[in-house]
DNA sequence: ATAATAATTGAATGACGTTCAAATTATATA
DNA sequence: TATATAATTTGAACGTCATTCAATTATTAT
């Protein structure tokens, strides 16, 4: 029988619409029964508790996550133009999501709880596949082989995290996507000044002066 | 009379007692008011509800905070070294603060509310202070031209607190200062080869192979 | 000393997550 | 089909906790 499978589900939706409009904190069980059509009680025959239905929304949202980004990973192959894509592509993800945007950045992903739950494993195998990145950029020699991969994931996920979270504090007023092409710029070659040129860039495209472009101040 | 500001310190010391050990959810009004040793009702004469009083806790630390950076940086005058001292002392100060930590880090930075806040005025003059250094390095000629400084500023307090918030949700167990070097370095130089050397460090000492330091994996 | 004002108290209130005994529905058996 | 048994659903009841407020106590002014 799936038809424990249908309930679960159709109280998982009702859970998305419910939690999405507001926060965790703001969101009633009573409210998300009502949507769902069931007795409050019944919610509890499927999920542990409150929190257990909020962190089962992203089990199935990593999924998609993930396996679209190996589609648009496809058929590049410079690990710097896959890190630019990873940028793009993560952009253009929460930017189409807004709603488990807000509950995946400002909440679960700042949550201990969230980290020992079982949805946490999509977001490891996210995290897996930018680390993949990053080593293959090695192998190709493109990227430095001095770097601990590992922090060197942090300044990519840590910039790309900030970006969304000031976007999505600030009520998702700018376009997110215009700051895409010199933020992976940044991750690729940093703020300093190199030996060689002035810029450091790979790309041909020159940049504008300051605030033109990109996530406003603060 | 002070007697005002003594009893509203108090309640305020016994908040950031009670709330370090735990989160704010996790944290009751009438714990609080034991610890202070007054009656629960005395707390909302001296702070709106429970979140005020929660958002109130970093007004005085972020001043510190501030000032003390002020201080470290005092004498530097290379921007890249500022940079480099920035993190440094980020790290230092949130190692040496780990209540706050958590708090600020996995609580209130990432509220809609305490944006709103009052003591949101704070986290702005730290930021400030990060914008004002890498201006500086333009000025200086050291830190690229080409570059939205806010958007820089993104990858510098992105990449730091990314580092924080992982370090905070995998218990404070490793040593955080251990990644602030090639850190900083990654900030300045990013994870590409630059044309003219390997890897375009700008201090002399050279770094091992990975995993030897910063905060582990994932 | 007495009135007026301010500060403190803690029981009462309401909201909400969670539980559970009873009711309902589905499934198996004869 | 009728009946027994199991699974599912229900929503009122419970406990916790932030917040309020009328009563009490302390402080200040006259």
Same mark, same amino acid.
């Given at each position: 029988?799936?038809?424990?499978?249908?309930?679960?589900?159709?109280?998982?939706?009702? =859970?998305?619409?419910? %939690?999405?409009?507001?926060?965790?904190?703001?969101?009633?069980?009573?409210?998300?029964?009502?949507?769902?059509?069931? =007795?409050?009680?019944?919610? /509890?025959?499927?999920?542990?508790?409150?929190?257990?239905?909020? %962190?089962?929304?992203?089990?199935?949202?990593?999924?998609?996550?993930?396996?679209?980004?190996?589609?648009?990973?496809?058929?590049?192959?410079?690990?710097?133009?896959?890190?630019?894509?990873?940028?793009?592509? /993560?952009?253009?993800?929460?930017?189409?999501?807004?709603?488990?945007?807000?509950?995946?950045?400002? @909440?679960?992903?700042?949550?201990? =709880? %969230?980290?020992?739950?079982?949805? /946490?494993?999509?977001?490891?195998?996210?995290?897996?596949?930018?680390?993949?990145?990053?080593? @293959?950029?090695?192998?190709?020699?493109?990227?430095?082989?001095?770097?601990?991969?590992?922090?060197?994931?942090? &300044?990519?996920?840590?910039? &790309?995290?900030?970006?969304?979270?000031?976007?999505? &504090?600030?009520?998702?007023?700018?376009?997110?996507?215009?700051?895409?092409?010199?933020?992976?710029?940044?991750?690729?070659?940093?703020? =300093?000044?190199?030996?060689?040129?002035?810029?450091?860039?790979?790309?041909?495209?020159?940049?504008?002066?300051?605030? @033109?472009?990109?996530?406003?101040?603060?």
């Amino acid at each position: 029988m799936n038809k424990k499978a249908t309930r679960r589900q159709q109280i998982l939706q009702a =859970a998305i619409e419910i %939690f999405g409009r507001s926060n965790f904190d703001d969101t009633s069980i009573s409210e998300i029964a009502r949507r769902a059509g069931v =007795a409050e009680g019944t919610i /509890y025959q499927y999920f542990k508790n409150k929190q257990d239905l909020f %962190f089962s929304i992203p089990r199935e949202k990593t999924k998609t996550f993930s396996a679209q980004l190996d589609l648009y990973l496809k058929g590049v192959t410079d690990a710097r133009e896959k890190i630019r894509k990873f940028a793009w592509y /993560y952009l253009h993800f929460f930017r189409t999501n807004p709603d488990y945007a807000r509950s995946l950045m400002l @909440e679960m992903r700042v949550s201990k =709880a %969230f980290a020992r739950s079982g949805s /946490y494993k999509g977001v490891k195998r996210f995290m897996s596949q930018a680390l993949a990145i990053l080593k @293959e950029g090695q192998e190709q020699g493109v990227i430095r082989q001095d770097l601990d991969l590992y922090l060197s994931r942090h &300044l990519l996920l840590g910039a &790309l995290e900030h970006v969304v979270t000031r976007w999505l &504090l600030k009520g998702e007023k700018e376009d997110i996507m215009l700051c895409h092409e010199q933020l992976s710029d940044l991750i690729l070659n940093g703020v =300093a000044i190199h030996s060689g040129n002035g810029s450091a860039r790979t790309t041909g495209k020159p940049i504008g002066k300051n605030r @033109e472009n990109g996530p406003g101040r603060s």
